[in-house]
T-cell receptor, first 115, second 113 residues
Framework: EPEVTQTPSHQVTQMGQEVILRCVPI?????FYWYRQILGQKVEFLVS????????KSEIFDDQFSVERPDGSNFTLKIRSTKLEDSAMYFC?????????????FGPGTRLTVL | AQSVTQLDSHVSVSEGTPVLLRCNYS??????LFWYVQHPNKGLQLLLK??????LVKGINGFEAEFKKSETSFHLTKPSAHMSDAAEYFC???????????FGGGTRLMVKP
């Protein structure tokens, strides 16, 4: 069964460093998403992406964040200068359609620890 | 704005007994509602979804949920818990353009032998 994969499973970085989190969505999906969950808090929407453009983004997704689909398979989230408060589990998701009610398929997450 | 409240952060049941995980939502319009499950080191997996069709929704692994508009609730139930049901469960609402999901805080289900 096709699934969303994410690498690495755990990333440790120093404050101020750039990190790139990688995701491989399901191959025939067209809509891509990033969410994050800070320890002890709710899963929060960051950004949605379709047709090589950001469709929607939350207040969390400021200028420090960017997303890219560099080739036909990968979808990346870059944090330019990490802060302590960026420590969280980051989930990638994809869906075939972008309409309300369409299932989003989630990856297992990348745990980012900023020291 | 939409929001989701899961009333219990932890629920503990004995194997073979019923499961009830509670969820209330607020939404300006008719929402789409989901329950996702997360097992350790696994991605979030869809259990079931409500998208304005039948109010009683059946999902995988014997779970079901009932949409009650008057109570703004979407509680998840299962008649008989199995050890493999132990996991974290998320109630989720989708509303508006872009299919952005809003998550509840999660309920950790523990199943005792």
């Amino acid at each position: 069964e096709p699934e969303v994969t994410q690498t690495p499973s755990h990333q440790v970085t120093q404050m101020g460093q750039e990190v790139i989190l990688r995701c491989v969505p399901i191959s025939n999906h067209l809509y891509f998403y990033w969410y994050r969950q800070i320890l002890g808090q709710k899963v929060e929407f960051l950004v949605s992406f379709y047709n090589n453009e950001i469709s929607e983004k939350s207040e969390i997704f400021d200028d420090q964040f960017s997303v890219e689909r560099p080739d036909g398979s990968n979808f990346t989230l870059k944090i330019r200068s990490t802060k302590l408060e960026d420590s969280a589990m980051y989930f990638c998701a994809s869906s075939q359609q972008g309409l309300i009610g369409n299932e989003q398929f989630f990856g297992p997450g990348t745990r980012l620890t900023v020291l | 704005a939409q929001s989701v409240t899961q009333l219990d952060s932890h629920v503990s049941v004995s194997e073979g007994t019923p499961v009830l995980l509670r969820c209330n939502y607020s939404s300006s319009y008719s929402p789409s509602l989901f329950w996702y499950v997360q097992h350790p080191n696994k991605g979030l997996q869809l259990l079931l979804k409500y998208t304005s069709a039948a109010t009683l929704v059946k999902g995988i692994n014997g779970f079901e949920a009932e949409f009650k508009k008057s109570e703004t609730s979407f509680h998840l139930t299962k008649p008989s818990a199995h050890m493999s049901d132990a996991a974290e469960y998320f109630c989720v609402v989708s509303e508006g353009a872009g299919n952005m999901l809003t998550f509840g805080g999660g309920t950790r289900l523990m199943v005792k032998p």
